[in-house]
């Protein structure tokens, strides 16, 4: 899809429910046109034409990113379609001492939280410096701050993700072209049934809705900042996490973390 607007166009992974969904509403909302890529088609298909009414052109590229070669699909897809807006938030946990979970779920992982990730950031990235202008989103967590007992995996992706988006943020600067790192603490969505844990007390208390989420993160995108960290107490937690001795932390993250 070449838009036939003058609007900018954005790339949604994960767009088929939670912070994705409502990242592509917030999208939408601000003047963007959207393709939308997840695995499920039929929500999405709500979603388009929901977003729509907004003004929005939309396209539907269904795409399974924990398959090994699920990017390199989804980039051939696109085609000649000029991305200026991708946001990498397709993402993927489980909970659980790390020996009780099988490989390959941890494989499914890592290909959709770092591999599949840093294949659309490698492709469309080039595009963007030729036009000299474009946002890059990567989509991480406040578990990234920390290690985390008990979701070992899926904090340590995210910790990649992070420091791959800062990296980033620094290399290209003054290109033209932006990278932000958005990290949503417990959020509510469909994420804790998938990753196979319930949030604890901690955890619901301080839960956010996935549309408040993406207000946060769009204003992010849209002011430039580099880390974009979702509410002050996530805010607080992640300095704590930063700066406190491990020795402290790790306990009480493996006390605060979804239990099983």
């Not at 070992?152 to 420091?163: D, T």
């Not at 958005?182 to 959020?187: F, M, R, S, V």
């Amino acid at each position: 899809m070449q838009s036939s607007s003058n609007r900018p166009l954005a790339l949604v992974t994960g767009a088929s429910s939670g912070i994705g969904a409502a990242l592509a509403r917030e999208l939408a909302r601000h003047g963007h046109d959207l393709v939308l890529s997840a695995r499920r088609r039929e929500p999405m298909e709500t979603l388009a034409a929901e977003l729509r009414r907004f003004g929005a052109e939309v396209r539907i590229v269904p795409a399974d990113l924990a398959a090994p070669g699920g990017a390199a699909a989804l980039v051939a897809k696109l085609g000649e379609t000029a991305v200026d807006v991708l946001i990498n938030n397709a993402g993927l946990g489980a909970n659980g001492p790390f020996a009780r979970i099988a490989a390959a779920r941890h494989d499914e992982i890592m290909q959709v939280n770092i591999v599949a990730l840093t294949e659309l950031t490698q492709a469309l990235l080039p595009g963007m410096l030729a036009r000299r202008r474009g946002t890059i989103v990567l989509v991480s967590s406040t578990a990234s701050f920390l290690p985390c007992p008990n979701m070992a995996v899926y904090a340590a992706s995210k910790a990649y993700i992070r420091h791959l988006g800062e990296a980033l943020a620094q290399e290209l600067k003054g290109t033209g072209v932006a990278v932000n790192v958005l990290c949503p603490g417990a959020t509510a969505t469909e994420f804790f049934a998938i990753a196979g844990g319930v949030p604890t007390g901690l955890q619901k208390n301080r839960m956010m809705s996935a549309d408040k989420v993406a207000r946060i993160g769009y204003a992010g995108l849209a002011r430039g900042a580099r880390v974009t960290v979702a509410g002050w107490i996530n805010r607080v937690l992640a300095f704590v996490a930063s700066h406190g001795p491990h020795a402290v932390t790790l306990p009480l993250a493996q006390r605060t973390l979804a239990q099983d």
